[in-house]
């Protein structure tokens, strides 16, 4: 489990600059010249798209700690 939660947290840290823009609001940024305006979009659209990944991976955690401990 140790291994397991290094891992996760080695990936978690290392990640860099993610670009979840669709096609369409990358090229209506770029034409603004509003830098700063697209680079708030896009948090915005990571921190929505993580939104269930984390709330998947807490059930899922939750599941393994009950099968776990009725074992």
């Known amino acids: 489990m140790r291994k397991l ?3 996760f947290t080695v ?3 290392s990640t860099s600059d993610i670009y ?3 096609s369409m609001l990358s090229a ?5 010249q509003e830098y700063e305006a697209a680079k ?3 948090r915005g659209i990571v921190y929505l798209m993580s939104i ?4 998947v991976g ?3 955690w939750k599941i393994y ?3 776990k401990s009725s074992t």
């Open 5 to 7: 939660l290094f891992v």
């Open 11 to 13: 990936l978690i840290l």
């Open 20 to 22: 979840s823009q669709c």
């Open 28 to 32: 209506i940024m770029e034409n603004d």
């Open 40 to 42: 708030g979009l896009n």
């Open 52 to 55: 269930p990944y984390i709330l």
């Open 58 to 60: 807490l059930i899922i």
């Open 65 to 67: 700690r009950t099968n």
